[in-house]
């Protein structure tokens, strides 16, 4: 039943997720925050993570227990491609705020309500995900967990900006609030990633951190 439950919360996420950077993508036309083309390269490279990890987990589960080698091989490259896909993003991140424009930002509310949806709908998925690895501890879900906790954090930081652009458009402090919202964000998927890169240890310290 754990296992059951597991992949439908997996396949629950990706299917969440991937509306997300179409809607977002949407939202660009209305607006030219650079959160909000950081928001959307993030939730891209987010949803490719998800999709990696349900798909892994479903191998993984399919059939029994499965053979250790194979496991430790299977994970070892869903983190490569997951961590890659994460760096390469933070890397692009920190080029848009750095070089962004800071003029005119548009019309930021669509942005705005979809940042605040997403931090009511990544704050469940954290919760759940962790409740499903203390039921029965495993390396996919625990890292689910940190994912969705952060996608919380990071949602929360952009609304903050977005809503900071949306009531006051002309501040002084406004672009600035808007590039380092970019920032956390590139930092976010820069730190991720990296983490991801390194296995089997990551996993491992994940996992324990969900018992």
């Known amino acids: ?87 390469l993003s933070g890397l692009a991140m920190l080029i848009i705020a750095i070089f962004s424009s800071h003029g005119e930002k548009g019309n930021v509310i669509p942005g705005l309500v979809i940042a605040i949806l997403g931090v009511t709908t990544n704050c469940w998925f954290w919760l759940r995900y962790r409740k499903l690895d203390r039921e029965k501890p495993n390396a996919i879900l625990a890292v689910q967990s940190k994912l969705y ?17 949306a009531i006051a458009p002309e501040a002084f402090i406004t672009p600035y609030v808007d590039m380092v919202g970019s920032m956390i964000v590139a930092i ?18 994940v996992a324990g951190e969900g018992t």
């Open 1 to 87: 039943m754990g296992e059951k439950s597991g992949q439908r919360t997996l396949l629950a996420s990706v299917l969440l997720s991937s509306p997300g950077p179409i809607v977002v993508g949407i939202a660009l036309f209305f607006g030219r925050s650079s959160t909000q083309l950081a928001d959307f390269i993030r939730r891209t490279a987010e949803l490719g993570a998800i999709i990696v990890s349900w798909l892994v987990y479903s191998i993984l589960h399919k059939g029994g227990e499965p053979d250790p080698v194979r496991k430790e091989r299977l994970e070892r490259i869903a983190n490569a491609c997951v961590g890659v896909a994460m760096c």
């Open 149 to 165: 906790r952060a996608k919380t954090l990071v949602d929360a930081c952009i609304t903050i900006a977005l809503l900071v652009v």
């Open 188 to 205: 976010y998927l820069i730190f991720s990633g990296n983490s991801t890169l390194k296995g089997k240890n990551t996993i491992q310290e």
